[in-house]
């Protein structure tokens, strides 16, 4: 039965579980981007998040909170250095999955998780594209036909009053 199953334990026990969301941590914080099996990708998502957050606000409390989930000094100091100025004013959801297939060995989902602000692909097309311009059928002319008619239709009445 699935009585309180809240989260995906992965097939392993809780010491080993906590193992590999620490050392899958540790991994995406230093590497910005890693490509794990689709299930440890969402564990990983739930895992990471809260810790983004706490690295928002840099106290002392929150450093030592983060330091006890990772073990890891680097990983912390680039937590809340670079990676935390990048995603100061953004509100939650600071990481993306992608699903990228299947594995050939055993045909697990394989995915890439990877932090949102980090990708500099996506965020240079998002700012060329702009807002885009909606159009109905029928809307209105555009001013510099109009514009035209309207010329032509006062010459051509000049040229009737002469």
Do not use: C
């Amino acid at each position: 039965m699935r009585h309180g199953k809240k989260f995906n334990h992965l097939g392993r026990k809780k010491g080993h579980r906590k193992a590999l969301l620490k050392n899958l941590s540790i991994a995406l914080i230093t590497h910005k981007r890693i490509r794990t099996t689709l299930a440890k990708a969402k564990a990983l998502r739930v895992h990471v998040e809260p810790l983004i957050t706490k690295a928002k606000t840099n106290t002392m409390h929150s450093r030592r909170v983060v330091f006890s989930y990772l073990q890891n000094k680097e990983a912390v100091t680039e937590l809340f250095g670079p990676i935390a100025d990048k995603i100061g004013d953004r509100p939650g959801g600071y990481l993306r999955i992608i699903k990228t297939g299947t594995r050939k060995g055993d045909a697990a989902e394989m995915a890439m998780i990877e932090l949102v602000d980090y990708n500099e692909l996506m965020l240079a097309n998002k700012k060329s594209t702009g807002k885009s311009k909606r159009s109905r059928r029928g809307g209105k002319k555009t001013t510099t036909a109009a514009a035209a008619v309207t010329a032509a239709a006062a010459t051509t009445a000049k040229s009737e009053e002469e």
